[in-house]
């Protein structure tokens, strides 16, 4: 790993992880053509290295392998779907980086293979800031084959990669399953802390019991210190926006397959309440304060 491949790489999406993946490959000596939607985001990249180009298309026909991290999964599709694209990536490999729903993944796949396009799905288990340190995972699904041909570049994204099988869809449900339990914990602390709050308990008692109990770990450190900072604007991890898209395919997925959705509604009502605040740039700790009582 952390050696430079020879294939010529392509990103679709600069947001906030994208740009941390491309940072990392471009420090790695890869050659980096990318594109955003809004072009201006690309401009720190260039400024380090990479190609800018000015459409999907001219990004697709300038690499061998795409990578696509934007933020839903049907905005990626359908920025690739147009017949000069499809025939710009016949025979390369496409991975799809966005959060996404098993249905989204295995429909994406069934069009790859009409195409003759290859194609992996990849999830991250990573803060954009933990890109390039290896703490976080990358899951992949898909060919093996295809995998483990192009393993040295996927293990170049800067985390962990981990295979998951044949199985397309099983990178996006096991994401979807672990950032459920991620957002359902999350909002659990951000309601203990409310409660402390209210009855004046420091908050770092909440925490060192919660530890002692077993029940703490790294997430709700990071949570209770981002709430003791009281600076909820985004620090480089995931926006409200970003959250509640991911939780938007955790709601499809419980109702397609016949779960009851009552948490992932209740989680997804927090989440849009912050956004109609007008906290949908803030990171996820921002529901904390809508716990509060209005001043
Ligand atoms: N941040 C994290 O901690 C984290 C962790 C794991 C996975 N992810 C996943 O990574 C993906 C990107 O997240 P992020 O944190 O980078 O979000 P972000 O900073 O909000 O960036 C979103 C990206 O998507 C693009 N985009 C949004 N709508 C689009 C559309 N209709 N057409 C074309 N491009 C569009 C944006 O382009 P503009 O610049 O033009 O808006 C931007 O490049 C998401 O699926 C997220 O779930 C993020």
């Not at 040295?152 to 996006?172: E, F, M, V």
């Not at 990171?283 to 809508?290: A, S, W």
Request: hydrophobic share 40%; charged share 15%.
């Amino acid at each position: 790993l952390n050696t430079r491949t020879h294939e010529r790489i392509a990103l679709i999406g600069t947001g906030a992880m994208g740009t941390a993946i491309a940072r990392v490959l471009l420090k790695r000596n890869h050659w980096l053509v990318v594109w955003n939607r809004t072009l201006s985001r690309c401009n720190p990249l260039r400024a380090t290295g990479a190609q800018v180009a000015a459409t999907p298309l001219e990004a697709a026909a300038n690499c061998d392998v795409l990578l696509i991290c934007t933020r839903h999964y049907g905005d990626a599709h359908a920025l690739i779907s147009s017949d000069r694209i499809i025939s710009a990536l016949q025979g390369k490999l496409v991975v799809q980086l966005t959060t996404g729903s098993p249905a989204e993944v295995r429909a994406l796949d069934a069009w790859a293979n009409e195409n003759d396009i290859r194609f992996l799905d990849a999830k991250i288990f990573s803060s954009p800031a933990n890109i390039g340190t290896d703490a976080g995972t990358i899951l992949f699904s898909g060919s093996a084959s295809t995998f483990h041909h192009h393993k040295d570049l996927l293990g170049n994204l800067g985390a962990k990669p981990k295979y998951l099988g044949n199985d397309i869809g099983a990178a996006s449900t096991l994401d979807l399953a672990v950032l459920s339990h991620m957002y359902g914990s999350s909002l659990a602390f951000m309601q203990a802390a409310a409660i402390c709050n209210s009855e004046q308990l420091p908050l770092s008692v909440l925490e060192s019991t919660l530890d002692d109990l077993g029940l703490g770990g790294r997430l709700i450190t990071r949570l209770a210190s981002m709430i003791a900072s009281g600076n909820h604007q985004f620090q480089g991890w995931a926006t409200v926006d970003t959250h509640r898209a991911a939780m938007e395919h955790i709601v499809q997925l419980c109702k397609q397959n016949g779960l009851d959705s009552s948490l992932p509604d209740l989680l997804s009502l927090h989440l849009t309440r912050a956004t109609t605040a007008g906290h949908g740039g803030d990171e996820l700790t921002r529901l904390y304060e809508l716990l509060k009582p209005v001043q």
